[in-house]
């Protein structure tokens, strides 16, 4: 059965410092990957997607950046985080064909 | 640009009542529509997917009802409890890739 797993849990980092967040999908190949960011009392916002290794698609210009350098991993990373870049962040995966998607657990980002 | 609503934005109510929960869309070519549970502090679960083609689905107490030509999906919970507790969120998609959330409905249901 496909699994996807989201590491860390939860992470405080001081403004300016560096950012990295992986997600990796198991039981599954050739997924297309999600990073969601929902921030407190907003909607889900989608920040990057991606159909294929190194295929990377932004939906929001801003201070992250995201890879995916292997098929089922998917990294998001900032060089310098900003105060506005905390939220709960979440990884989603969805199968090529007519299916949904199946969502990580989540990383709870707290910019200090 | 698909807009997607919810209504209602919080919703409290006794254990083993019936309820409706709504969701609206702005443009009605949707490729497929899915709901989702998400508990406090924690990611989300999906419910039910239902296809463009499809006009419900059922899961246990849940079923939800699509109306593509009305903009329209609703997510019923027969008997609730307690459990139920969570954000329910629709999300609807144009494309098969990329799903468009709303914002959510809060459900508390009380003991």
């Known amino acids: 059965s496909q699994t996807i797993h989201q590491w860390p849990a939860t992470l405080v980092q001081p403004v300016g410092s560096p950012l990295s967040l992986e997600c990796t999908v198991e039981g599954t190949s050739n997924p297309n990957l999600y990073w969601y960011r929902q921030a407190a009392g907003r909607g889900l916002q989608l920040l990057f997607y991606s159909v294929g290794i190194g295929q990377i698609s932004s939906e929001v210009p801003q201070n992250l950046s995201a890879s995916r350098p292997q098929d089922r991993q998917f990294i998001l990373s900032s060089k310098k985080l900003l105060l506005s870049d905390s939220g709960f962040y979440l990884c989603a995966w969805k199968d090529r064909g007519n299916y949904g998607y199946t969502f990580g657990s989540g990383t709870r980002l707290t910019v200090v | ?111």
């Open chain 2, 1 to 111: 640009k698909q807009e997607v609503t919810q209504i209602p934005a919080a919703l409290s109510v006794p254990e083993g009542e019936n309820l409706v929960l709504n969701c609206s869309f702005t443009d009605s070519a949707i490729y497929n529509l899915q709901w989702f549970r998400q508990d406090p502090g924690k990611g989300l679960t999906s419910l039910l997917l239902i296809q463009s083609s499809q006009r419900e689905q059922t899961s246990g107490r849940l079923n939800a009802s699509l109306d593509k030509s009305s903009g329209r999906s609703t997510l019923y919970i027969a008997a609730s409890q307690p459990g139920d507790s969570a954000t329910y969120l629709c999300a609807v998609t144009p494309n098969g890739q990329n799903f468009v959330f709303g914002p959510g409905t809060r459900l508390s249901v009380l003991p």
